[in-house]
């Protein structure tokens, strides 16, 4: 049986589940390409480490070059992660008559255009599957079995570690400070938790997402991102009283005059939205074509072995196009520019919590401030509070976001209003 | 650039919403693939009948053979449906050099292997992803996304009438036979509703999506399948009582020993279960793979626009391997002979409902026999009835089938016991 040769990049989380299943599965997965996956070398950072999968010691090496530029390696599988060096690895490797495989969301979303081109050029395979939601089939779904469909919104929770603490939270009252702690110390979150917390992990899949969704591609310098820090439990506890969740989402959209839109926000979802019941670190993404409809898929969106199932999926992928000489049989789809929405020009239905004193027509007062910036509610709810304040929580009709920041600047300053506490976006 | 021609046997519900998607996003499909699909002719049984579609009358035949003969003509999509004379005229497309597209499931699950074999043989595509879950990309991820797995087990809601019934029956407290006029009445259901509400419809789906993760052709005629017209308003009143759900559920195992085990059957469902919260004529199959653990797919399971883009789909990849002149890239993968569990052998837990003499010991003799068939109870739950009767509800352990039908048997002929209402599986 022919032997078609994989170099590895990083043998960390990623790179140990990938070699794992390729081992265990071996002879399933020649049965089904046709052909045997050999790796043949791995480049690790530090020869001595421990690692989580047996390996030869001859495979490892810890010069890349000898990887990069083997030339009977035929798929190179960067799971490193980050923009540098991987990006002039991956073109060097493009060059030398490589097909790539990679999982690094970071590099795609930042420069994954000029490197696909590269691959096209070249008529090499270039797979990405496992850089968005883990093992979930997402990016092959778009590219090809959705390909008949014009995309008009792709909509996920992409986040594996704030989906796990707003869980946390939802389900045991509690704030985000000791939730996101406690999620360290689990191992749910990293000790420098920006990148999730804040929302940037996020935006560099909807980036991705939305590149292949639309036909255009998406900075992800363009995708403005608000994380899940300002949430307090009284938030999820309200929006549960109003029948919602409340999740961190991804979510963009083309609209019919050609323009996109792209933004990482926390969103009251009701709890009849298929993304509502997406609880822990699971991830699910909703892609909304004008043939198929509504479809979602969901799965877990991090890990060593479901990360590694998709890295696998798209070795598989790249042999089965090798072996019939087809590589470079799909390029990249971003053939579109079409112009980026700013966020201003945002509609959304939105939630607002705020304290005011308990007095007659504070209500009415807050009111005509709304009225005057043009953001009409849909509902109101006023809750006594202990003392002489009151708790009022509006849900708008769909306003334009910076409208309600100007009504919000104005009501945080009337004398009766203590504070306007939160405003999240309200999805239907 | 570069034409492919396309013909068509079928305009009806998949058929129309085909052509429909393939003319309105023409633009985009040509651009994604780099080349143009034009369907060059249309075979229909009736040449005058009104179609759904704008079709241009020269393209029209009512002789199957001008498309299945047409040398021009490099992709056969059959929208037909049934085994005959389907399967004949995709014989002879795949003989005389055609590559084939179906969303036939009958013809899939009766006959598929020799077709796809024929097609293997031919170096010639042959797609089906119209023939399972509407628009849900399900097969094309088993057999590309998800090839680095041993699936374990596949498990789905793939039949939307019955799906739409008991969604009805649980949100309105119905009966089976007035929500099923009411379905027939909205055209959710068909006149003679045996395919859909007996479960032969999934248990065809049921076999190619098994087949499809497992390796090994499944035989449609040996999955045992149980319909919904036994369930009743009360089994659903009184699961939900118990934080169940009941579903129509269409799933296969394949145990470590190598075996395999399908069967369609109605189940309670454990509200949490990612199954649970399908509702309406939704479908979606959830799929356990051993590196990737449960993926879900989500979305409409029929309908002409939904069925017609995963058919599209089918015509966009094999018209990139015509391009790539790769055609057969993936052949069949049923390269297993997996022995098939019997039904007996099937283990599950069980919920049982019957009506019984409201008197000391009468628990205790009913609980004494399921003893003696090895049926041991998880929960029991009794509540008195107007009269001198009491309802019981029991939830056993994981029991044999046959153990449990032997128990039923004994208990149904205790003078207390006046009925033996209903047994239904529970799913985990």
């Known amino acids: 049986m022919r032997q078609i040769k994989i170099g590895i990049l990083g043998l960390g989380v990623v790179g140990s589940g990938t070699v794992r299943i390729l081992q265990e599965n071996a002879e399933a997965i020649s049965r089904r390409v046709g052909a045997e996956l050999v790796v043949k070398k791995i480049a690790v950072r530090n020869l001595a480490k421990d690692r989580d999968v047996a390996v030869d010691p001859a495979l490892l090496t810890d010069n890349p070059f000898e990887v990069i530029d083997d030339p009977e390696i035929e798929i190179l599988a960067e799971l490193v992660g980050g923009v540098d060096p991987c990006h002039g690895f991956l073109l060097r490797a493009i060059q030398s008559g490589k097909n790539i495989v990679t999982a690094n969301k970071e590099l795609m979303a930042k420069s994954g255009h000029d490197l696909l081109d590269a691959a096209q050029l070249a008529q090499k395979d270039f797979f990405l599957e496992g850089s968005v939601a883990g093992g979930i089939p997402i990016i092959a779904a778009m590219k090809e079995s959705l390909a008949g469909n014009n995309i008009k919104e792709v909509m996920g929770i992409v986040n594996g570690t704030t989906n796990y603490i707003l869980t946390r939270m939802t389900e045991e009252g509690a704030d985000f400070a000791p939730t996101l702690a406690d999620a360290q110390r689990l191992g749910y979150a990293e000790a420098d938790p920006t990148s999730d917390v804040d929302g940037h992990d996020a935006a560099y899949k909807l980036a991705i997402l939305s590149s292949l969704a639309f036909n255009s591609t998406v900075n992800e310098e363009k995708v403005p991102r608000q994380g899940i820090r ?4 009284r938030d999820i506890a309200v929006a549960r009283d109003l029948g919602y969740k409340i999740k961190l989402i991804a979510s963009a959209q083309c609209h019919p005059d050609g323009s996109m839109q792209a933004r990482v926000h926390p969103a009251l979802l009701p709890n009849k939205h298929p993304l509502a019941s997406v609880n822990d670190v699971f991830n699910a993404v909703l892609v909304r074509g004008d043939a198929v409809g ?3 898929f969901y799965g877990r969106g991090a890990g060593s072995l479901p990360t590694g199932s998709a890295v696998v999926g798209d070795l598989i992928a790249c042999a089965r196009n090798i072996v019939s000489n087809a590589t470079g049989r799909v390029g990249c789809t971003c053939y579109l520019s079409r112009p980026m929405l ?3 020009q945002a509609q959304s239905k939105f939630y607002v919590r705020l304290h005011a004193l308990d007095k007659p027509k504070v209500l009415a007062s807050i009111a005509n ?3 005057d910036f043009d953001v009409s509610i849909e509902s109101v709810v006023q809750r006594a509070l ?3 304040e009151a708790e ?5 009709h769909k306003s ?3 409208h309600l920041l100007g009504a919000l600047d104005v009501i945080s300053r009337l004398p009766a209003v203590s504070k306007v506490h939160n405003w999240i976006r309200v999805e239907e």
Chains 1, 2 share one sequence.
């Open 230 to 233: 300002h949430i307090q439990a």
């Open 294 to 296: 509504d479809v979602m």
């Open 342 to 344: 700013p966020s201003e």
């Open 369 to 371: 401030v709304y009225g």
């Open 386 to 388: 202990p003392g002489d």
């Open 392 to 396: 009022i929580v509006w849900v708008t």
């Open 400 to 402: 334009r976001e910076h």
